[in-house]
Structure formats: structure tokens, C-alpha cells
């Protein structure tokens, strides 16, 4: 065990790990992380907490992380390269190993033009790739970026996403190798509903034997409405929804599209599972947390080994 | 106009080791600054075979650069590399228009103060100091790339395009794409470093 993360006990003792996640409120307001942190209470080992995610000024994700530590779950908390150079990523990265955050994950970002403030400038003074191998170095050399020394190095148990639908697929594989090389412990997917062709990815990644070397979690995640399915089809980039998803949900009576959506949820769940070098999921219902323990126990994957309380 | 400076010899050769070359040496902005010195001496220090050598201006003018290219036809034909003296415009131009070589720089285009005179603008330079051309099939992603980002594409590129804009192409498809034509794709597997963000601009 490289640190005292829950995440990692599940993984390492090759449970079936689960994640969830949870986004920040665009205000102060404690309360919305209490009442989301209650649906994921139980029925995941980790959950993510976004750090403005598409370019959107919400609560700081350490700090909605703290607060949904303090309901009982363990938070990664995902950070990204979009608002921070190298000096002030070091120094959050310090901070929220001080708080006893096990788990961090490691993003560019969503560029600031798809958000509420277009005209703010990137910093991208590193990206997710170097962020990782930063971090890592922290932890295991005890080395800031700048090759300086410290005293107590951050235990943060390190991830990176990845994206199998994104272009160029050949390359997508090379690109988690080097996220490995740079010493990712997790990765977490783009969300899946083109299974055949995540399955061939993941036979890719076995192949290059990466599976062995990082603990790969399927991205998922419930349709709520039809809308919700042609946005994600046509406007998120890096999205690959197919046709057949499309048709099944249309093929059900308005009002019950959402159930529909969370069946085929637990169905890509299912399937996933089946493929060799999963080792868990990543389940995001954003915006519909309620749903989390229905999903998860349809999934048939309750209890939770050794939640921690 | 801009500034450059010879990269350091042990960047450089192991690249092109043991392969001829053909050189282009650009002296347009030989009057802001150009390093004759140093270029003569790096390619006096070269072990390897010259094909032969250009040496003009403005190789930043694609138009131009095509003349020499024609001009010299066989003799780059016969090189296994181009080697390009100039600055990140120049680099870029040549190898755009050499797609099927392996096309190297010699030099990192260093940031200057003031008018920077005109250069092409289908091609962009940032005067970053640290020029990463030669892994990245002479396309630049510190000016090309939404995110400049030396590890990409990022999970955004769609379709041969940006996540930022539909109508803007993604400077690491095209990396990809140039790279695979030169059988060079191997370089995707290298970690680029942290950038240094403060190279000294030229004085
Ligand atoms: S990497 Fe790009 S910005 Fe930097 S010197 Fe080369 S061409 Fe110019
Ligand atoms: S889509 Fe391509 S050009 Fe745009 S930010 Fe990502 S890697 Fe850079």
C-alpha cells in the first residue's frame, strides 16, 4: 500500500471497486454537499469531487471535499491544470494531503471558453500528464518539481482519466501508457455507452499489459431524458453515444425514459464488468445523486467491502 | 522579425546521427540577430554527410521556400534529413512542405521585445526558446495547441478538430498525422518535461 486510501485497499484486495462523484455548488452553500454525500454514503469506496468542471466558478473542490469527508465518504479530489501553474498545484497538493485526503486525480481541464467566464485566461502551465509525474514525484522522492526537498511528502494515492472514444483511437492507448509511465495508480474512464468499442480498447490495454500495471475503473452513467442523450451525442466533445442508445430510450414512453436510462446504466455496468482487466467503475450522476444506491445495488454490488465509516 | 539562437549540439545530433543531411540556413533577420557564428561551427563540428546546402532569405515565405525546394530538388532527395537553421516560422514551413523527410531545427526562436516585422501567417511561432519541432513533426503546440500542452492530444480532440472550436483543426491530430507518415510515432511515447516559460528573450 502505497498510502492510507480506501480506494486503494478496495482495489489492491481486487474487490470491484466503485467510485462516485459529486459536484461543488456554484455558491457557499454547505448544505448541498451534506444532502448529495448522503445518497453516495455506503454505496461507493471513493468519491470524486469536480474542480470546476466545464470551466464553471463552484466551491473549491478540497474544500467540498473536506466537507463531504466530514459526512463519513473518502474524496478524491480532482484537480486540474486550466486555473493553476506549477507553484500553486504543489501547494494544493501539500494541502490536501494535510487534510487527510488520500486520493487526488489529475486533469488539464475543460477549456475556460465552455464556461461562465470565456474571456479568463488558461494557465496550462503544465498538463495532466506532467501534473502526474509531479505529484508522484512528491510522494515517492520527496521532491518538489523543482527538484527542492521535503520534510513530509503528500500520500496521495494518484489518477488520471482517460478517454477511448477520443481521436485518434490508435493513439489513446499510447497515451494511457504514458499516463502509467508517469505513475498514475487509477485511471478513470470517459463515460461508456459504445461498449464494442471500449471492449476494444480494453483489449488494447491488456495487450501492452497496462491492465497489470493500473487499476482501470469504467466511466458510467444514467440518461436522464432524451435531451440529455442528444446533447451528450452532439455537443460534449470526447463523447461517444451511439445510435442504439438513442433508440432504446426512444423506444419507451416519455415518462419512463429516466427509469429506461438507469436500466441501461446497470446493463452497461453488467457488460463491463465482464471485461477482463476492469477493476471497477466510475459511476457520475451528476445533478441525480438520488439514484446512486438504486443503480448500485441493481448492479449487485452491495455491500461495499470495508466502507469506511 | 525574429531571434534565434543554435541549439545545444547534444540536442541535436543524436537525432540526425549517421544519416545525410541537406541543410537551409534562412538569413532574413540576420540584421535583428542571427547567429552565424555558432551555425558555422555546429555544422563544421558534423560528422555526417552533406547532400548540400541552401542558404537564403525569408524562409518563412512558403512561396519561396518551395522555389528552393524545387531548386534543390535532388540533392534534398538524396538526404535522409533536413536540417533547418531558422526560426520556428521557417522550421514549420519546411517541413510542411517536405512532409515525407524527416525534417529537424537547429535552433530554438527566442522571444523579442518590440515589432516583431512580418512573417507568414498560416504558420505560428511563440518565440517560446525551447523549440520542441523535432518531436512533434515540425507542427508547434506551444502556439498551435488550445492548451499548448507537450503531452497531447488532450481528451477533447474530435474528429481532427479542437474541443475549443469546431472550425479550428487540432494541432496534435496533425502532430499524429505527420508523425505516422515519417514512421515517427514512437515520439509520442516521449514525456515531455515541465516547460520553461522563461527562456531569456533575446537582447
Ligand atoms: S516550439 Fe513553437 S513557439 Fe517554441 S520556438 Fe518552436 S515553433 Fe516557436
Ligand atoms: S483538442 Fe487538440 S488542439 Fe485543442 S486543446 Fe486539445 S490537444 Fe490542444
Given at each position: 500500500m502505497k498510502t492510507r486510501s480506501n480506494l486503494e485497499r478496495v482495489l489492491e484486495a481486487r474487490h470491484f471497486a466503485v467510485t462516485g462523484e459529486l459536484g461543488p455548488p456554484p455558491s457557499a452553500d454547505p448544505e448541498v454537499i451534506g444532502s448529495k454525500a448522503k445518497f453516495l454514503k455506503g454505496n461507493v469506496d471513493a468519491?470524486?469531487?469536480?474542480?470546476?468542471?466545464?470551466?464553471?466558478?463552484?466551491?473549491?473542490?478540497?474544500?467540498?471535499?473536506?466537507?463531504?469527508?466530514?459526512?463519513?465518504?473518502?474524496?478524491?479530489?480532482?484537480?486540474?491544470?486550466?486555473?493553476?501553474?506549477?507553484?500553486?498545484?504543489?501547494?494544493?497538493?501539500?494541502?490536501?494531503?494535510?487534510?487527510?485526503?488520500?486520493?487526488?486525480?489529475?486533469?488539464?481541464?475543460?477549456?475556460?471558453?465552455?464556461?461562465?467566464h470565456p474571456t479568463a485566461k488558461g494557465v496550462y502551465d503544465v498538463d495532466s500528464i506532467q501534473l502526474v509525474k509531479m505529484v508522484r514525484d512528491m510522494r515517492d522522492e520527496k521532491k518538489?518539481?523543482?527538484?527542492?526537498?521535503?520534510?513530509?511528502?503528500?500520500?496521495?494515492?494518484?489518477?488520471?482519466?482517460?478517454?477511448?472514444?477520443?481521436?485518434?483511437?490508435?493513439?489513446?492507448?499510447?497515451?494511457?501508457?504514458?499516463?502509467?509511465?508517469?505513475?498514475?495508480?487509477f485511471i478513470q474512464t470517459q463515460i461508456i455507452y459504445n461498449v464494442d468499442k471500449f471492449a476494444e480498447w480494453m483489449k488494447d490495454v491488456r495487450e501492452k499489459g497496462l491492465h497489470e500495471k493500473v487499476k482501470i475503473l469504467a466511466g458510467v452513467a444514467p440518461i436522464k431524458s432524451m435531451g440529455a442523450a442528444r446533447y451528450m451525442k452532439t455537443r460534449v466533445p470526447g463523447m461517444d453515444v451511439p445510435d442504439s442508445v438513442l433508440e432504446r430510450l426512444q423506444g419507451?414512453?416519455?415518462?419512463?425514459?429516466?427509469?429506461?436510462?438507469?436500466?441501461?446504466?446497470?446493463?452497461?455496468?453488467?457488460?463491463?464488468?465482464?471485461?477482463?482487466?476492469?477493476?471497477?467503475?466510475?459511476?457520475?450522476?451528476?445533478?441525480?445523486?438520488?439514484?446512486?444506491?438504486?443503480?448500485?445495488?441493481?448492479?449487485?454490488?452491495?455491500?461495499?467491502?470495508?466502507?469506511?465509516? | 522579425m525574429?531571434?534565434?539562437?543554435?541549439?545545444?549540439?547534444?540536442?541535436?545530433?543524436?537525432?540526425?546521427?549517421?544519416?545525410?543531411?541537406?541543410?537551409?540556413?534562412c538569413l532574413g533577420c540576420r540584421e535583428v540577430h542571427y547567429p552565424v557564428e555558432e551555425a558555422a561551427q555546429f555544422l563544421g563540428n558534423l560528422k555526417e554527410e552533406v547532400t548540400g546546402r541552401a542558404t537564403l532569405d525569408y524562409l518563412c515565405n512558403r512561396e519561396f521556400a518551395r522555389a528552393y525546394i524545387d531548386e534543390y530538388a535532388d540533392e534534398i532527395e538524396e538526404a535522409q534529413a533536413v536540417l533547418v537553421f531558422s526560426c520556428g516560422v521557417g522550421a514549420q514551413v519546411i517541413s510542411s512542405l517536405l512532409e515525407d523527410k524527416l525534417v529537424y531545427t537547429g535552433c530554438d526562436t527566442l522571444y523579442l521585445h518590440g515589432f516583431q516585422g512580418l512573417t507568414a501567417k498560416e504558420f505560428d511561432c511563440d518565440q517560446c526558446g525551447e523549440c520542441y519541432l523535432n518531436y512533434t513533426g515540425g507542427i508547434c503546440p506551444v502556439a498551435l495547441c488550445s492548451k499548448h500542452i507537450l503531452n497531447g492530444p488532450c481528451g477533447g480532440s474530435q474528429d481532427g478538430k479542437c474541443e475549443v472550436d469546431p472550425d479550428m483543426t487540432c494541432a496534435w491530430q496533425d502532430i499524429i498525422d505527420r508523425l505516422a507518415r515519417r514512421g515517427q510515432l514512437h515520439l509520442l511515447e516521449r514525456l515531455g518535461a515541465p516547460k520553461n516559460w522563461s527562456v531569456e528573450p533575446a537582447s
Open positions: 468519491f470524486n469531487v469536480t474542480d470546476g468542471q466545464t470551466a464553471v466558478v463552484r466551491m473549491a473542490s478540497w474544500a467540498a471535499a473536506l466537507l463531504g469527508k466530514e459526512e463519513g465518504l473518502e474524496p478524491i479530489v480532482q484537480m486540474t491544470c486550466r486555473d493553476r501553474n506549477r507553484i500553486a498545484l504543489q501547494m494544493d497538493v501539500l494541502g490536501i494531503a494535510a487534510l487527510g485526503i488520500n486520493n487526488m486525480l489529475c486533469l488539464t481541464g475543460d477549456h475556460q471558453k465552455f464556461g461562465n518538489f518539481q523543482s527538484g527542492d526537498d521535503m520534510s513530509v511528502e503528500p500520500c496521495l494515492f494518484i489518477g488520471a482519466a482517460a478517454n477511448p472514444f477520443a481521436d485518434p483511437f490508435e493513439f489513446r492507448v499510447t497515451r494511457l501508457a504514458k499516463k502509467v509511465a508517469a505513475g498514475a495508480d419507451v414512453p416519455k415518462e419512463q425514459v429516466s427509469r429506461e436510462g438507469i436500466k441501461l446504466c446497470v446493463d452497461i455496468i453488467e457488460q463491463v464488468r465482464q471485461i477482463e482487466g476492469v477493476a471497477g467503475i466510475h459511476l457520475m450522476a451528476i445533478e441525480w445523486e438520488e439514484v446512486v444506491p438504486e443503480i448500485i445495488a441493481a448492479a449487485g454490488l452491495l455491500p461495499r467491502p470495508g466502507v469506511s465509516a | 525574429l531571434a534565434v539562437q543554435v541549439k545545444p549540439e547534444e540536442e541535436v545530433v543524436p537525432l540526425i546521427s549517421s544519416k545525410k543531411l541537406f541543410v537551409f540556413e
